[in-house]
C-alpha cells in the first residue's frame, strides 16, 4: 500500500511542476507582450507628439507669412515672439528626442526636425517680405519632415 500511496504521490508531484511550469511560461509570454504592446505604445505617443510639434512650427510659420501678406509683421516685437514661439518648440524636439526611443529612424527624424526649424535670430533687422519668404521655407520643411514622421508610423 506504500508503494502505491508513495507512486500516486509522485505522480501529483509531477502533474503540479508541470502545471506550475506551464503557468509561469505562459505569463512570461503575456508579460512580454504587454511590454512589447507598451514600446509600441509609447513609440506611437512620440511620433504624435513629433508631428504635433512640427505641425505647430508649420502653422506659426505660415500665420506670420500671411499676416506679412496682409502689411502686417513689420514690428521687430512680432518677429520677435515668433523667433521666441520656434525656439520653444525647437527646445521640445530636443527634449523629446531624449526620450528613451528604440527606433534610430525616429531619433534621426526628430533630430531632422529640431534642425529644420532653426531661424536665426538676425531674422528680426531683416525685411519683412524677406522675413515672410524664410517662414514660408520653414512651414515647407515643417512639412516635409512631418510627412516623413508621418510614414514612420507605417513602418
Not at 500665420?63 to 525656439?87: C, H, M, W
Not at 535670430?121 to 516635409?144: G, P
Request: aromatic residues 6%; neutral net charge; charged residues 25%.
Amino acid at each position: 500500500v506504500a508503494d502505491w500511496v508513495s507512486g500516486i504521490g509522485t505522480l501529483l508531484a509531477v502533474v503540479t511542476a508541470l502545471y506550475i511550469a506551464g503557468s509561469e511560461r505562459r505569463s512570461a509570454e503575456k508579460a512580454r507582450a504587454i511590454a512589447s504592446n507598451e514600446e509600441l505604445q509609447r513609440h506611437a505617443h512620440v511620433i504624435a507628439e513629433a508631428i504635433r510639434l512640427a505641425a505647430e512650427v508649420e502653422a506659426l510659420a505660415m500665420n506670420y507669412k500671411q499676416l506679412v501678406s496682409f502689411g502686417g509683421g513689420a514690428s521687430p516685437s512680432t518677429r520677435v515672439n515668433l523667433l521666441d514661439d520656434i525656439e520653444g518648440i525647437r527646445r521640445q524636439f530636443n527634449s523629446l528626442q531624449q526620450f528613451p526611443i528604440t527606433d534610430p529612424r525616429l531619433f534621426a527624424e526628430i533630430g531632422r526636425v529640431a534642425h529644420e526649424c532653426r531661424v536665426e535670430s538676425d531674422l528680426i533687422d531683416k525685411s519683412t517680405s524677406y522675413s515672410a519668404q524664410i517662414m514660408e521655407r520653414v512651414a515647407e520643411r515643417m512639412r516635409v519632415r512631418r510627412d516623413a514622421l508621418t510614414r514612420l508610423t507605417a513602418g
